[in-house]
């Protein structure tokens, strides 16, 4: 596998990850943390993707709160590729300042939007993947994006329709939000579904293009931020005019607007993944995508010095250095730190994030 | 309410409270932990004793483990009269060692056994009734225990089957060991029984009398040991003669022996109590003791530097210093140390002793 002079890989990480509270805070979010082996997740994103492309066409998207974490676990990047928003304004602002710098830079320069908080396996089957989807990106106009088999009717993620397949990838027809249950569940059987990975491949130039069409007022700002990179006024002119962008995700403001007709644009392909992907969005996930792993007879995962488990079952428990004891206890999710202790279900786990609006709401600033 | 030159409060502070794992431990059992207010328990059991005997009358019969810490936690109980057994013989050997050392320096000494880990409410009637119980046993052979007037058909607690009154105080006509549940419901409504609070009151010439009849091997053993005290030889005698002694209770070798005729010896009285009582046999006890008083409405009590509770009642969770949130949880029990964190429930907590023994067993004495 040779690197790739062309591909430019563009990692988001500027997310907070609230539920992984109380373990992700503010200047150490999700995308910071081990949670799956030994590599924190935005490093193990970078090592996956460096196969395809030399650090110095890495390019990273945060904020002031995140970026001294990041250019501590990835010192290699270039610093001035590790760009910290000013305010946050969703995926197509972050993605298009990249690509209108890169247009400048490289006119063939292809870019592979990456979230940085996912677990993926089988990487070989996943760079094969994102090779066959740089070079559909780099032969036309078109917007590549990996869709995920889905492997259960999961309500919490967007969904892809696809049609026939058009040069080794499939036309999209549609982008579907979370969908309730039984809808998931109609479209995990129909076989043509796909899950939303999040992970996208463009041009720099077709990206531009989109961008100018459907971000109009959004583009000429990008723009100018983008004429100023390298230069002493790029620091101010990104503060100053990025807080004016649309705040829009790159899925709603480029792939979905359709035609009069109805009709999404048709140079929109997915390509499906067949490599196992996780996007770890709860302790919950976390727990379940180690199980799978370790799969322990009690379903019991218990981080900490030692244990002693009695009639306990289907517990994630995160105390490392402490001596842990549950007896009684099923599906909880107990996570200790230096300052804050979490009590909740693998059920409510999904609402952990509201433990950080209320942290928020009162101005504990410590605790977030 | 005058101090009685005559009464020494002998409490017993020998036991582990396992139950209260992870914060008690074998130097910091449950009798020297603040689990109701500011004071240890055995400080207020020493405070409530105060006013009816001056400290130089104050006996403590501990071991090696507890001793350095209720010396700090007692400074003003004579170091001599807190005794550390060099092995753990139940209450017989305990409360007669006191009797017979006692009996040389006071004929007319009345004992008062107390253990030292009960919270009691309504100190002044508590006082009252002892006070009453102290004259009785200074009066004649007698042996007096005080009858707590059970609120519950508690089936964890031994019961006194009380006969008609007799001077101030109840015949007792049996003791029953723990009950099953309709026995106890039985009990409740009967009228006549009574929880046995381990608090005792008798001459210490009746005592040893009552010794010298029932265990004639050790109450030999234990006259020897006292008639060093005071002098060099009696730490030596101590650890040599101590371990020969039965292992029993007082309850059962001086109080349920029964004669030919099946009946108890006629001079045993209950004195029925009407303080509030509570032996804090459980986190879940400690909880329900500590809800009555603050009585929060969704029944959560928490410990804690701050807290966030959405969807949870009846926890008891004691993490001091933590912020914890707890979401979508009920009657959990959570007790978080510097060292271990125990999960448990309500309704398990009182199987918390278990993982202290599997801890002996694991010889992880820096756990226990």
Chains 1, 2 share one sequence.
């Not at 999700?30 to 996956?48: E, F, H, N, P, S």
């Not at 002031?64 to 304004?89: S, T």
């Not at 390509?271 to 180690?290: I, Y």
């Not at 322990?296 to 030692?306: E, H, K, M």
Request: proline share 6%; with cysteine.
């Amino acid at each position: 596998m040779a690197k790739n002079s062309n591909f430019h890989p563009v990692i988001l990480a500027g997310g907070r990850g609230t539920r992984f509270w109380p373990l992700s805070r503010k200047k150490r979010a999700k995308q910071l943390l081990a949670l799956d082996g030994k590599q924190t997740m935005i490093q193990q994103t970078a090592a996956r993707l460096l196969p395809l492309a030399p650090t110095v066409q890495f390019w990273i998207i945060t904020n002031d709160d995140l970026r001294p974490a990041i250019l501590k676990q990835l010192p290699r990047i270039p610093k001035p590729q590790i760009l910290a928003e000013p305010v946050g304004r969703n995926t197509a602002p972050a993605i298009g300042l990249a690509a209108f710098i890169l247009l400048q830079q490289n006119p063939d320069a292809v870019l592979g939007l990456f979230p940085s908080d996912h677990v993926i396996a089988d990487e070989a089957r996943y760079r094969a993947t994102l090779e066959q989807g740089i070079a559909i990106a780099a032969a036309g106009p078109t917007i590549v994006v990996l869709g995920i088999r889905p492997s259960r009717a999961e309500t919490g993620y967007g969904y892809i329709e696809a049609g026939p397949m058009n040069g080794g990838a499939l036309r999209v027809r549609r982008f579907t939000e979370k969908p309730d249950a039984a809808k998931a569940a109609e479209f995990v059987a129909a076989g043509n579904y796909f899950w939303n990975s999040g992970m996208f491949l463009w041009s720099a130039r077709t990206l531009a293009d989109a961008l100018r069409e459907h971000l109009p007022k959004t583009a000429p700002l990008l723009e100018e931020i983008a004429g100023c990179f390298g230069t002493r006024k790029f620091g101010a002119t990104f503060r100053r005019l990025y807080p004016k962008c649309e705040n829009i995700s790159v899925d709603y403001a480029v792939l979905e607007p359709r035609s009069a007709k109805g009709e999404l644009a048709s140079n929109i392909f997915c390509l499906p993944a067949d490599f196992r992907w996780n996007d770890l969005g709860s302790w919950t996930a976390l727990h379940e995508h180690h199980a799978a792993k370790a799969n322990p007879a009690d379903g019991n995962l218990v981080a900490a010095s030692g244990t002693f488990l009695l009639n306990a079952s289907r517990n994630y428990v995160h105390a490392p250095g402490k001596f842990v004891a549950a007896v009684g206890v099923s599906d909880l999710v107990v996570v200790e730190t230096s300052d804050a202790l979490l009590i909740t279900t693998r059920q409510d786990a999904q609402d952990v994030g509201k433990v950080v609006k209320h942290l928020d709401a009162k101005k504990l600033h410590k605790l977030v």
